[in-house]
Nanobody, 125 residues
């Protein structure tokens, strides 16, 4: 049974940092790509960052490149998103997701079959 649980969100000020974690209780964590998505009111959920099964291949949306770092520890069944130099536009509900069949991340929301409940990130000016 796959269950993704995020933690680490919160309310912070511009320029500070947060570290999100996503723990997967399933037995095949290490086989699949993972990703962080963000949703804000009135907009579609969008990918922020993705990582391949082995951590070698990563993807970042342009707005977070150089500020966010995605990583995973397969021994701990956990994925992380280190978010530095946070901006108000980074605010939203961050959800982790596991790809349905591939070890490489994808931009497409419908290719992810398992989702966490989401954690709120609020960055104030």
């Amino acid at each position: 049974q796959v269950q993704l649980v995020e933690s680490g969100g919160g309310s912070v000020q511009t320029g500070t940092s947060l570290r999100l974690s996503c723990r997967d209780s399933g037995p095949t964590f290490m086989s699949y790509a993972l990703a962080w998505f963000r949703q804000v009111p009135g907009k579609e959920r969008e990918i922020v960052s993705g990582i391949s099964w082995d951590g070698v291949n990563t993807y970042y949306t342009d707005s977070v490149k150089g500020r966010f770092t995605i990583s995973r520890d397969n021994a701990k069944n956990t994925m992380y998103l280190q978010m530095n130099s946070l901006r108000p536009e980074d605010s939203g509900i961050y959800s982790c997701a596991r790809h349905r069949q591939s070890g490489l991340p994808s931009h497409y929301t419908n290719e992810y079959s398992w989702w966490g409940q989401g954690t709120q990130v609020t960055v104030s000016p």
